[in-house]
């Protein structure tokens, strides 16, 4: 099991924002982006300043895919059907904890 410190962007606004301007994150420390109902999403990376990783997440908690994203890019990184959330590590925290597509994360916020 992994515990994760997550901050939670649920309005608009805290979406728009993200992890944007940030330097620095902890190893275990991220942000989970949770959206209203199942929608079809992409995340991007202006202004976003340190590497990161996201998984796409179904509304059962499961884990759609998995996207490596570069800084201050505006490719988009989309999940691959209509999830709930998206959670946003360090750059290969996933991979580092072999956490796959298919596999749960449980605690999201309702």
């Known amino acids: 099991m ?7 962007a649920a309005r608009d606004a805290d979406r728009q924002q993200g992890l944007m301007y940030r330097e620095k994150m902890g190893a275990n420390e991220g942000m989970v982006f949770v959206f209203d109902g199942p929608a079809q999403v ?17 509304e059962r908690g499961t884990i ?8 201050q890019t505006t490719d988009s990184h989309c999940a691959r059907k209509p999830i709930r959330y998206a959670l946003e590590m360090n750059q290969g925290w ?12 449980g605690g999201l916020p309702q």
């Open 2 to 8: 992994n515990l994760i410190r997550a901050e939670v």
């Open 42 to 58: 992409c995340m991007w990376m202006k202004n976003t300043l340190i590497p990161l990783s996201v998984a796409f997440i179904d």
């Open 64 to 71: 759609v895919n998995i996207e490596d994203m570069q800084p």
């Open 94 to 105: 996933f991979r580092q904890k072999n956490i796959k597509p298919g596999m749960a994360i």
